[in-house]
């Protein structure tokens, strides 16, 4: 059998390093002095193991609402002599000036610090500490690194620590002492988003060896301080830095570069314009060139060959075929070419094996690639022309399609536009037509980035369109390894102050089918959760609107289903006023069927339960069940319902029955007279699990109608779908108690001839020989 998308396996290390976060106490770790989580003294871990418990530490903080983060998890990492850390990266809120320093032993070669804005010039302080091994740092959007936290000094004891705020630091005294003066390896160095006010020529003065630069929105007074690296810079990053031909005849002298990005964000934010001449005088100069981006340019002048010439012969990567005339001067196709956001991306010769635009799909996904971690402002365009893809044309490359759209949601959580585009995308990539090419793994990681957007934001387009994913899936089974948290979401989403009716009917559509088909234990946890007071508030305010409409419909549907052999949920239904509800709802609404029969089914579930059935006893309940079983609505679902309600009733013998009128024979006489206008090869909209409430009906004599009830139940259901029934039957051991009403003088005969004929009928089925599922 062919693998399907995103069927491989976790690794065995990654497998072990996510046991081991999520029982730090039972494998590596004791709580020691003051319940400080404390390294166990025989524990000593080399640094491929290291390196992976900190970034897996990172990853499970930032993706999984399930994990929580454990306070001194660094500190673990403060003795070199047990623990080794060499590559490290980190990201957003979780990593605060503590955390550096607690790793300060270690002899650090990478460190990768995206996001963390909570860090201050504390962690500068801490940086020098790795300068005599950083070969590669990034303070890629560490926005408060450089400030120093209010009046706070620039280290602290680490006795102190427990002292710091949690709160993101305010921006206050600029640290302008800080160089990298010592850090004498460095080689890869990532400063995007460095605040305007930090001198960069002086900040990095000292790092003349330096082969990788990363200045992205970085605002350069004076350019032609990069010269300094003419001779040894293989990449550099300007991507919105404002150029000019200061800063272009400065670049065009680093001949050793092997990546330049000159790309911006959009065009109107520029007053530069590519030209023709700029870009033939890049590629002269820049003879080692392999990966150029150029996206979101303007082009002044004619760049393009004219279009007779371009439309000759298929589509081709050669240079001296390019459509892009500046081009045709490479030695060679371009690993990669930037051209989103310009008009070059729609050309037929473009000399590069790896394009990022807007042309085609694989324009788009290798935007989303490129862009994702750095530039979510683009990522989530590239997202948004995927979804119209996805909706209007075929996605060829889905699995690369569906795990581009996951890292992005994973990686921008807080980003609001990449979560909308996002989310959306994944309703169109999972839905029917691309199903079957999805493993159960791949499509148990969009339901977990699907549930990180609904935790995290609560707006409606994030929500609808979250829920609208879900629903591709098989509920409940595809979404029963996170039963739980998916719960929790619907419901907070279904919460009163919620208007907005799609969401509401989407999430009552998923509530009713979480609840449908799932073993008691489920549904007794969801009852716990909230669920039926939830839904009974859903039709209170319904009730007062007077709208009978699907979120109705649904409601009362998942009340029967999650009252299916679970007393306390039925409790809870009648504590919560459900009956008085119910009445109401038969008063506002009589004419809407579908409404009816789910109200009765549910109440069937009430009356399964003996110690509940006193409270259906009132004269306004029974005379309301008498009336409804004469009831025609969604053919016999109504009357059947009602009279299965009255059958269990009947079952607690004359002395239960409180009230003289009307009588417990008048009642009974009227059910016999339903029973017998039911047309017994009726086919029915309802789904037994179990037959356990219908059998114990059988071997009584205290309610004879009760037993014909029971046993014309059964009697439709082996008859039409003899399949599904007639095993569940003799599982359940109904036979023998069909013997017995045979055998006893209270049985009606018409209850006896119907027994006999569910007995022939389990005895004619014959099952299928080749059935394995038992």
Known sequence: ????????????????????????????????????????????????????????????????????????FFQLFSDPRSTRLTRVQLREDLVRDRDLEAIGKQD???????????????????????????????????????????????????????????????RFALDNNFNFQ???????????????????????????????????????????????????????????????????????????????????????????????????????????????????????????????????????????????IPFQELKRPLQFLGLYNTTLCNLMHIPAYKVTGSKNEDQVLNAIEAYTEHRPELAHRAINQLFDIARIQHCSQLLRALQLVIAALKCHKYDKSVQVTGSAALFYLTNTEYRCDQSIQLRRQVIQVVLNGMEQYQEVTVQRNCCLTLCNFSIPEELEFQYHRVNMLLLKILEPARQDESIQRIAVHLCNALVCQVDNDHKEAVGKMGFVKTMLNLIQKKLQDQMCDQVMEFSWSALWNITDETPDNCQMFLNCRGMTLFLDCLEEFP???????????????????????????????????????????????????????????????????????????????????????????????????????????????????????????????VSVYPNKYCPLLVKEGGIALLEKVLEMESSHVDTKNMARKVMEQCANFKEDPMDTSR
């Open 591 to 717: 004419d809407k069927q579908e409404l009816h029969r789910n109200m009765l089914g549910l109440l069937g579930n009430v009356a399964e339960v003996k110690a509940l059935r006193p409270q259906l006893l009132t004269l306004e309940f029974v005379v309301v069940f008498t009336e409804l079983l004469e009831s025609k609505a969604d053919g016999i679902e109504v009357s059947y319902n009602a009279c299965g309600v009255l059958s269990h009733i009947m079952f607690d013998g004359p002395d239960a029955w409180p009230m003289e009128e009307p009588g417990r024979e008048q009642v009974m006489e009227k059910m016999w007279d339903a029973i017998q206008s039911w047309d017994v090869s009726s086919r029915r909209n309802i789904n037994y699990r179990s037959f356990e409430p219908i059998l114990r009906l059988l071997p009584q004599s205290i309610a004879p109608v009760s037993q014909h009830w029971a046993t014309w139940a059964l009697y439709n259901l």
């Open 108 to 170: 650090l070669i990478e460190l990768h610090l995206t996001y963390c804005n909570n860090l201050s010039a504390r962690s500068l302080r801490a940086l020098t500490n790795f300068g005599h091994t950083l070969v590669s740092l990034s303070l890629f959007g560490c926005s408060n690194i450089f400030y120093r936290k209010g009046s706070a000094p620039l280290a602290c004891a680490e006795e102190d620590d427990d002292d710091e705020e949690d709160d993101r630091p305010a």
């Open 182 to 324: 010592g850090f004498n390896r460095l080689r890869l160095l990532n400063l995007g988003g460095l605040p305007e006010e930090v001198d960069v020529e002086g900040l990095l003065k000292p790092l003349p060896a330096l082969t990788s630069l990363d200045l992205s929105s970085v605002h350069l007074s004076r350019a032609a301080f990069l010269a300094q690296w003419k001779d040894r810079l293989a990449s550099l990053v300007l991507y919105n830095v404002d150029l000019s031909e200061e800063l272009i005849n400065t670049v065009v002298q680093m001949s050793q570069l092997r990546h330049l990005d000159i790309s911006r964000e959009n065009q109107r934010s520029s007053k530069f314009k590519m030209t023709r001449k700029i870009l033939t005088t890049v590629v002269q100069s820049l003879g080692n060139l392999v990966s150029l981006d150029i996206s979101g340019h303007i082009m002044l002048d004619n760049c393009t060959v004219p279009h007779f010439e371009e439309a000759m012969g298929p589509p081709s990567i050669e240079p001296c075929k390019s459509s892009i």
């Open 1 to 72: 059998m062919a693998a399907k998308a995103g069927d491989n396996p976790d690794s065995l290390m990654g497998l072990c390093t996510a046991f081991c976060l999520r029982n730090l106490r039972r494998t590596m770790c004791y709580l020691g002095d003051r319940n400080k989580l404390t390294l166990r003294p025989d524990v000593f871990l080399p640094s491929e193991i290291c390196d992976k418990l900190v970034n897996a530490y990172v990853e499970l903080v930032h993706t999984d609402s399930n994990f929580e983060p454990q306070d001194g």
